[in-house]
């Protein structure tokens, strides 16, 4: 009889940096698995998703304010058919400095969170 092996679902999350980009990795129970940095080359975005990927099956990453330093991390993980979920910063007029609101939702999504699908979300 063969054993079949269960691969948990895993979501990964992507802080974005000009050098570096940190990479980090939740079970399906958002139990915190493991971080790692990364170069900001097609090597290191390579390197990323392998490592991602060998946590578990790969459900989406979540990539910091896709602006300049998130760009080349985002095309590379959608032309690997990787889903994606913007996250953006703080609220700049939050009165509470260094929080990200999760309360409030939009479309279905928690508010910091939405899908990035080919650039037009």
Known sequence: MEKVIERCAVVGGVDTHKDLH???VVDDQDRFLASQ??????QGYRLM????R?????????????GTYGAGVLR?????GVQILEVT???RHDPRPGKVRYVRRRGGW????????????
Do not use: H
């Open 22 to 24: 940190v990479a980090a």
């Open 54 to 66: 060998s946590f578990g099956d790969l459900q989406r990453v979540g990539i910091e304010s896709t």
């Open 110 to 121: 928690p508010c910091g969170f939405r899908p990035k699908t080919n650039g037009n979300a």
């Open 37 to 42: 940095s990364f170069a900001t080359t097609r």
């Open 89 to 91: 910063g703080p609220d």
């Open 49 to 52: 998703l392998e490592w991602m």
């Open 76 to 80: 590379y993980l959608q032309k690997a």
